[in-house]
T-cell receptor, first 114, second 115 residues
Framework: AQSVTQLGSHVSVSEGALVLLRCNYS??????LFWYVQYPNQGLQLLLK??????LVKGINGFEAEFKKSETSFHLTKPSAHMSDAAEYFC????????????FGQGTTLQVKP | DVKVTQSSRYLVKRTGEKVFLECVQD?????MFWYRQDPGLGLRLIYF???????EKGDIPEGYSVSREKKERFSLILESASTNQTSMYLC??????????????FGNGTRLTVT
């Protein structure tokens, strides 16, 4: 069963436009949620994480994400896209506090047009 | 800064060969992970290790095994490589001293081609 779903494998925006990358999860317990970014030919790096302290989480490079329990969503946004934001973005969830196993979504490639 | 080093960036092997992918981290992290990354499928967990000599199967362990004899090193073994194991392999590590929500630190990946 899919535990985390990213809607849209490719998203294209113009430079300066709003970025919205969607992530939904399925979990019966409060999850830990993360967004990671992968630039070409590199490993993944953490953008931000949800730790239940606040529903709106701010990350690096101007990105933020809002945890909505009623919608089981954790969408990633940025008010104004920059060319350097072009990358692949992954949503991830820890479902079990016993093992800490981290499950990733399918990824969304963000293209930024000049 | 945490460094996770994967021994090879590119690897080409023949079908049926035994393949070792090595990963070393320098921050005394308890947990280590092996994922494979394929287009459209994201990252899929192969195996992870809680600590030295402890391991647990991920979502796609078939055809793979792992070894963690020392805390800093986590090896992925393809017992008999097949063409469907051609992929990008990513290693990651994490500390659990505070909780499981500490971030994973990734290596740059090994692109394995099996011919």
């Amino acid at each position: 069963a899919q535990s985390v779903t990213q809607l849209g494998s490719h998203v294209s925006v113009s430079e300066g436009a709003l970025v919205l990358l969607r992530c939904n999860y399925s979990s019966s317990v409060p999850p830990y949620l993360f967004w990671y970014v992968q630039y070409p030919n590199q490993g993944l790096q953490l953008l931000l994480k949800y730790t239940s302290a606040a529903t709106l989480v701010k990350g690096i490079n101007g990105f933020e994400a809002e945890f909505k329990k009623s919608e089981t969503s954790f969408h990633l946004t940025k008010p104004s896209a920059h060319m350097s934001d072009a990358a692949e973005y992954f949503c991830a969830v820890i479902l079990s506090s016993n093992t800490g196993k981290l499950i990733f979504g399918q990824g969304t490639t963000l293209q930024v047009k000049p | 800064d945490v460094k996770v080093t994967q021994s090879s960036r590119y690897l080409v092997k023949r079908t049926g060969e035994k393949v070792f992918l090595e990963c070393v981290q320098d921050m005394d992290h308890e947990n280590m992970f092996w994922y494979r990354q394929d287009p459209g499928l994201g990252l899929r967990l192969i195996y992870f290790s809680y600590d030295v000599k402890m391991k647990e199967k991920g979502d796609i362990p078939e055809g793979y095994s792992v070894s963690r004899e020392k805390k800093e090193r986590f090896s992925l073994i393809l017992e008999s490589a097949s063409t469907n194991q051609t992929s990008m392999y990513l290693c990651a590590s994490r500390t659990t001293k505070r909780s499981y929500n500490s971030p994973l630190h990734f290596g740059n990946g090994t692109r394995l081609t099996v011919t």
